[in-house]
């Protein structure tokens, strides 16, 4: 919706609906920085939001090229935000190179702030320029506001009397003042996060809080060209409660902690970092306090094994990992269904094959989570599908862990992992225990007496008197857990497993519409963080006159019972997914329904544009004017 309009006046501020900003510069530009403070001050303000850091994967690219541009967009609203926006209203660049990167995403109209002081000879040259932007035409179809930030924060921190290249660093500070005075976001947080952060360092800590107010001051002062102005996006109607910041990997961090206690278990994190799962690990090692044990291993083979013999011990073993790590923790992985034992794996998903593209997301690990391990090795999938639902799932990740004795892989991706919205902190209270019951009584016992209702085996914690017992991957008799090779039993025990597996279905919600009716000419289904853009792409399209219907699916193994049923009573289904169509691969073998793929593969979350147009081109319906 472009609501983001000109203003012709300085000296009052123009109520806007939303806005979309983009952040750009070099990755020693501090964008992210910038970006995640600029989010943290709107949070505060009140309104809904939502946020894509986009950063190279080299971790220190040629300064001034385009491998090393890095962005973070941010977009909020007096309204709900459900994804990070399609394209920025406003553009800030800080040197030629995130101009070039950056300036076919933003909005004709829309506003470019340009630091002039870095369009050098050499940085044009960098970013395959030979004449300059800014003395061209080639920018005519935007509001440009051109400033040499450059300059004004070397005035602003010369009292400091830091070197010139310390004294640049502060410029992304001098930028986010100016966009804080332009939106009319508070500065104090930003302030107090500066003198924390450099708490050791005073002199750096004040040279970068002037910057930023040396900024604000410039947009309060400086005479600005005509459509530019200051302006105001209102306050949004949330519920009410308690509110913070929070990314998908902290959620996750958190919900792993949350289930631990509902379960009335330690937790044992073993891991070993990897992009963009790492921060969990970060996340977890700081809430020690809480009984949480981390081990940062070797490798990822090390670390999902510590994690086993945390879960034997009788604790809650997690790990955490992307695709990469996922397929060297294949073989434990299946250790952990054989010898049956909770296990939580994490899979942060990122762009593949092998190394790939790591800092960008993707959802190509689906089929590798519900079938790449050797032999007939069930274990239950889940997905989240915001950040804030990643707590969610984390302690649904637990519950059934614990419940079932079973692995749980837990999706999420890059975008969930790295983006941010407003969290309403939820009262612990409120959500029911599922306490663990260990084996004590020794009497009749054997590792793999099963309860005849989950198929669950007991769980004992060796040392108990009576209960000792030992595990393994070698197949194990039915009746006795005793090491058995006999094909009859090793058949039985195959279709055991696969049973429990499968009944977990009975415990799990029945599948809904997200929005719209249960049936009609066209069902649009989604898993994992295209939760946003499909919702507004369906609302959108719904507002239009359109039999479109939004379906998620949360749980990916076992499925709800009645997502056939719901499948098949829509004309048309199509299934975005950031892969090359692993969802719609599983819903066509599962309940033979014709579902076609929206497949997009490009290291990026989908446009609500993308799947609008493709909701249009199934119903046959011409684009919107």
């Not at 219907?549 to 019972?561: A, Q, V």
Request: charged share 20%; with cysteine.
């Amino acid at each position: 919706m472009d609501t983001f309009a000109p203003s012709n006046s300085n000296s009052s501020r123009e109520l806007i609906d939303s806005v979309v900003i983009r952040f750009a510069g070099d990755s020693g530009d501090g964008m992210q920085l910038t970006g995640s403070q600029f989010s943290e001050s709107t949070a505060q303000m009140g309104n809904d939001l939502s946020t894509l850091p986009d950063f190279p994967a080299e971790i220190r690219a040629p300064a001034g090229t385009t491998f090393g541009v890095s962005g973070f967009q941010v977009h909020f609203a007096g309204h709900d935000v459900m994804t990070p926006g399609d394209a920025p209203d406003v553009l800030v660049a800080m040197n030629p190179a995130a101009l070039r990167v950056n300036l076919r995403d933003l909005k004709i109209g829309g506003m470019l702030v340009v630091n002039t002081g870095a369009f050098t000879p050499g940085n044009l040259k960098k970013a395959s320029y030979e004449v300059s932007p800014l003395d061209d035409d080639s920018l005519g179809a935007y509001r440009v506001l051109k400033i040499d930030v450059s300059r004004l924060t070397l005035q602003a921190v010369a009292p400091f009397q830091l070197g010139t290249k310390e004294a640049l660093r502060a410029k992304n500070m001098w930028t986010l003042g100016l966009m804080m005075w332009m939106f009319g976001r508070e500065r104090e947080s930003t302030i107090e996060w500066l003198r924390q952060k450099f708490a050791k360092h005073p002199a750096i800590a004040d040279a970068n809080v002037a910057a930023l107010n040396a900024g604000h001051v410039y947009g309060e002062t400086a005479e600005l060209p005509n459509g530019i102005g200051c302006y105001q996006v209102p306050k949004a109607r949330l519920a009410p409660g308690v509110y913070r910041n929070v990314t998908g990997n902290e959620a996750t961090a958190w919900g792993l902690l949350t289930g631990g206690r509902l379960a009335g278990l330690e937790l044992m994190l073993g891991s070993y970092p990897i992009t963009p799962a790492s921060t969990i690990l970060h996340t977890l090692s700081n809430l020690r306090g809480y009984g949480i044990t981390t081990f940062q291993a070797e490798d990822e083979i090390a670390a999902i094994c510590a994690a086993i013999g945390a879960s034997y011990a009788g604790a809650l073993g997690v790990t955490s990992t992307s695709g990469p790590g996922l397929a060297l923790k294949a073989e434990a992985l299946g250790l952990a269904v054989a010898t049956e034992l909770p296990l939580i794996v994490v899979d942060v998903q990122r762009g593949g094959p092998s190394t790939g593209l790591p800092t960008k997301t993707e959802q190509s690990d689906l089929l590798q989570a519900m079938y790449g391990r050797n032999g007939d090795c069930p274990l239950a999938v889940i997905a989240a599908c915001t950040p804030g639902d990643c707590f969610d799932m984390a302690i649904e990740a637990v519950r059934i862990a614990t419940k079932y004795m079973t692995p749980v892989l837990l999706l999420t991706d890059g975008f969930l992992a790295n983006s941010a919205e407003p969290w309403k902190i939820p009262d612990i209270t409120t959500i029911k225990p599922f306490p663990v019951q260990f084996r004590r009584e020794p009497e009749g016992f054997h590792p793999f007496l099963r309860d005849p209702a989950t198929l669950a085996r007991a769980w004992a914690v060796p040392g108990t008197p009576g209960l000792e017992h030992r595990i393994g991957g070698i197949e194990k008799h039915h009746d006795s857990g005793n090491i058995s090779y006999d094909a009859d039993n090793h058949h039985k025990m195959t279709k055991v497993r696969a049973a429990k597996i499968a009944g977990i279905a009975d415990d799990i919600p029945a599948q809904k519409i997200e929005q719209g009716e249960d049936t009609g000419d066209l069902l649009v289904v989604g898993w994992g963080s295209t939760f946003g853009a499909i919702s507004q792409a369906v609302l959108g399209a719904r507002r239009s006159g359109l039999k479109v219907s939004h379906l998620h699916i949360r749980y990916m193994n076992p499925m709800p019972h009645n997502l056939g049923d719901l499948l098949r009573r829509f004309k048309k289904v199509i299934v975005p997914e950031m892969n090359n169509g692993m969802l719609v691969k599983v819903l066509r073998a599962e309940y033979l329904v014709d579902a076609k793929g929206l497949n997009k593969i490009a290291g990026q979350p989908f446009k609500i544009a993308e799947i609008e147009a493709e909701i249009r081109t199934q119903l046959n319906v011409p684009e919107a004017n």
